[in-house]
T-cell receptor
Framework: DAKTTQPNSMESNEEEPVHLPCNHS???????IHWYRQLPSQGPEYVIH???SNVNNRMASLAIAEDRKSSTLILHRATLRDAAVYYCILRDESGGSNYKLTFGKGTLLTVNP | KAGVTQTPRYLIKTRGQQVTLSCSPISGHRSVSWYQQTPGQGLQFLFE???????NKGNFPGRFSGRQFSNSRSEMNVSTLELGDSALYLCASSRFWNTEAFFGQGTRLTVV
């Protein structure tokens, strides 16, 4: 599985935007970039995913570099509820491949009131 | 709609015993996967089932096994429990194997 690198921790203030980076220099052409987050005492929760183009949904935006070697998850206005561990995951979605999610250590996001 | 349901939520077992954990996926979801989460190793993939067939297996000993029933419900079994098996066991369901995964709240297993 292609590897991702994320900062161990980041801090933000409530109602400010948060940019969570992820490096994936060995990404292959069929790897989708997925983001999940895990709130305290909960199972992981899907946030967003994309292949090449930037993506937006009600939770966040995903900005993907043109060479796809890095991406950034953007929370537009952080709330206390966004405090969680954020995982950036690459998943090969070519036909017949192994579709498991390979979690790294993730980024622990702290949101200050 | 109801989310992924895992039972029991908490479990305490003795070394050498076996344990069975249950997972009920979201209605209409045919893929179920299992993960083990520990402070030291993080989230690790155990196995994945789709339409009652195991499609992928992680790097765990044969003491860890699972199955999926025709209604997509899944069970995982750990035999001859060791202290190191103490962990949060998470189940996730997906409509298909390559769509977003929805996780349950997990079963916290403590082996004493």
């Amino acid at each position: 599985d292609a590897k991702t690198t994320q900062p161990n921790s980041m801090e933000s203030n409530e109602e400010e935007p948060v940019h969570l980076p992820c490096n994936h220099s060995t990404i292959s052409g069929t790897d989708y970039i997925h983001w999940y987050r895990q709130l305290p005492s909960q199972g992981p929760e899907y946030v967003i995913h994309g292949l090449t183009s930037n993506v937006n949904n009600r939770m966040a935006s995903l900005a993907i570099a043109e060479d796809r070697k890095s991406s950034t998850l953007i929370l537009h206005r952080a709330t206390l509820r966004d405090a969680a561990v954020y995982y950036c995951i690459l998943r090969d979605e070519s036909g017949g491949s192994n579709y498991k999610l390979t979690f790294g250590k993730g980024t622990l996001l702290t949101v200050n009131p | 709609k109801a989310g992924v349901t895992q039972t029991p939520r908490y479990l305490i077992k003795t070394r050498g015993q076996q344990v069975t954990l249950s997972c009920s996926p979201i209605s209409g979801h045919r893929s179920v996967s299992w993960y083990q989460q520990t402070p030291g190793q993080g989230l690790q993939f155990l196995f994945e089932y789709f339409s009652e067939t195991q499609r992928n297996k992680g790097n765990f000993p044969g003491r860890f096994s699972g199955r999926q029933f025709s209604n997509s419900r899944s069970e995982m079994n750990v035999s001859t429990l060791e202290l190191g098996d103490s962990a949060l066991y998470l189940c996730a369901s997906s409509r298909f194997w390559n769509t977003e995964a929805f996780f349950g709240q997990g079963t916290r297993l403590t082996v004493v």
